[in-house]
């Protein structure tokens, strides 16, 4: 009973109302590319576009920091204009990597994975910042999303909502065509000339999502949030579209429940969300087994 | 440089990443299993990290850090920080520990309540004008000692930055 009324105490604070909004949306909108993702054998993708997307704001950052110092008006330069369109370029450069390219799909990733989380904390300890600048606890915050859902402002949450919506109604639209190149590519290909469309549609949702999740459970973390309810779901369920529906719900209540214990325990969020939707996965796995075994 | 004051009065501060190590003493004690080390590390750094009792302040605030839990501090802080406006005029309580700038080029001196850090990985602070006349260092709590303020926020111009701060503020140590 106390924990609902501590609970009931901190929804009277903004930052923990917004935080519950953008984790659903994130959540949801993470889930719905999840299933794509994994059927697409494109898992780790998610991982290397969130360290685009890291290396990306620590180039916003740099450069808010530079133009700053010569207009301070520019101090409240949206991350956002920078970070999401090199991120997008990312998804797009490695979604469209054929078999014939010299640096095939696993290692493109690993290399610009590893490139920009490396020059992305480069960036962020250049000399550009005053010595006081908290240079660790903002990277700690953006690879692992410790408290950065608990700092949203209006306006950020504003926009999570608006490109989410966006995502989640091209993805209902759009849903028989991504259906269709993430089972088989080729055939998609041959049947239908928008195909490389649809492939660079999934690359510019898959980036804008990761680039909004950042805020949720940060770089490091967010395959997972991509990967687990999907994964959960193919334990139990064969079809694509329950699949999807079930990730979708299964991703939201994990995000729900790993931020309200977060809330209430003081626990980093974003791993605490990762955790519960390993213990998630944990359940389907022997839900599946029970059922006799579904292979995804 | 007065950025540099960012360090103990309205940004996040790098405290540190890591639990503190403890002395293995697995050679010395061959018979013991793995189980029996690790229980043994474990009291250690548990009584090597003893919890903090904050002084209590008589102080009735509108926003009251001290009853709120690690992430709601680190939460509400960077709020007032980042929105000050939500927040003037209102009395503010926290719970931390005393730190001191000086400002090199003026010799002025700024007094903050360094916030416990929610993660192991931040720390934030406040800083805090004491309601009355007070020298520093004869009257005031030493640098690491644990306080308790309560004041009412305002903002603050110096050049061209603004700064926030408890104003009239209480304090016990």
């Not at chain 2, 690690?70 to 927040?87: E, K």
Request: with cysteine; glycine share 6%.
């Amino acid at each position: 009973m106390e924990l609902f009324e501590t609970l009931a105490y901190y929804f009277q604070f903004p930052a923990v109302r917004y935080a519950l909004i953008v984790g659903v949306l994130v959540a949801l909108c993470s889930s719905l590319l999840g299933v794509t993702l994994v059927l697409k054998r494109f898992s780790f993708i998610g991982d290397g576009l969130s360290h685009v997307a890291f290396g990306a704001m620590a180039v916003a950052t740099l450069t808010g920091g530079i133009l700053t110092q010569f207009k301070p008006v520019l101090d409240s330069t949206n991350n956002m204009i920078i970070i999401m369109p090199i991120t997008i370029v990312a998804a797009v450069l490695l979604l469209r990597t054929g078999k014939n390219a010299k640096v095939k799909g696993d290692a493109a990733i690993a290399m610009i994975s590893v490139g920009a989380l490396a020059l992305g904390y480069l960036l962020m300890n250049l000399s550009v910042f005053p010595k006081s600048s908290n240079i660790s606890g903002d990277v700690c915050s953006t690879l692992f999303g410790s408290l950065s859902i608990l700092t949203l402002t209006q306006t950020e949450v504003n926009i999570c909502i608006a490109v989410s919506v966006v995502v989640i109604a091209v993805f209902i639209l759009f849903y028989n065509k991504i259906f269709s190149v993430t089972f088989d590519e080729d055939f998609a290909r041959a049947t239908d000339s928008k195909a490389g469309a649809y492939n660079l549609l999934i690359a510019i949702i898959i980036a804008v999502i990761i680039v909004i999740s950042m805020n949720l459970v940060g770089s490091l973390l967010i395959s997972a949030l991509i990967i687990f309810p999907a994964l959960s779901a193919m334990r139990v369920l064969k079809s694509f579209k329950a699949v999807t529906i079930c990730s979708a719900c299964l991703s939201v209540f994990c995000a729900t429940l790993g931020i309200l214990v977060s809330i209430l325990f003081s626990t980093p969020v974003g791993s605490t969300i990762v955790a519960v939707d390993i213990a998630a996965f944990g359940v389907f796995c022997l839900i599946g087994a029970v059922k006799g075994g579904s292979k995804a | 440089m007065k950025k540099a004051l960012v360090l103990l009065i309205t940004t996040l501060i790098f405290a540190g990443c890591g639990a503190q190590t403890t002395e293995n003493k697995a050679a010395q004690t061959s018979k013991q299993t793995i189980n029996d080390i690790l229980a043994e590390q474990q009291a250690q750094t548990t009584t090597a990290a003893p919890k903090v009792d904050y002084p209590a302040l008589d102080y009735t605030a509108e926003v009251d850090l001290t009853v709120l839990n690690s992430n709601m501090v680190y939460s509400t802080v960077y709020a007032m920080v980042t929105a000050p406006q939500d927040y003037l005029g209102k009395t503010v309580k926290a719970s931390g520990t005393f730190d001191v700038y000086t400002e090199p080029e003026t010799g002025k001196m700024y007094y903050a309540c360094i916030i416990a850090d929610a993660t192991a990985c931040c720390s934030q602070g406040l800083e805090f004008a004491w309601k009355g006349d007070h020298s520093y260092p004869a009257d005031y709590p030493k640098v690491g000692d644990v306080i308790t303020i309560g004041g009412e926020f305002e903002t603050y111009q110096e050049g061209q930055a603004t700064y926030c701060r408890l104003k009239n503020a209480e304090l016990a140590s």
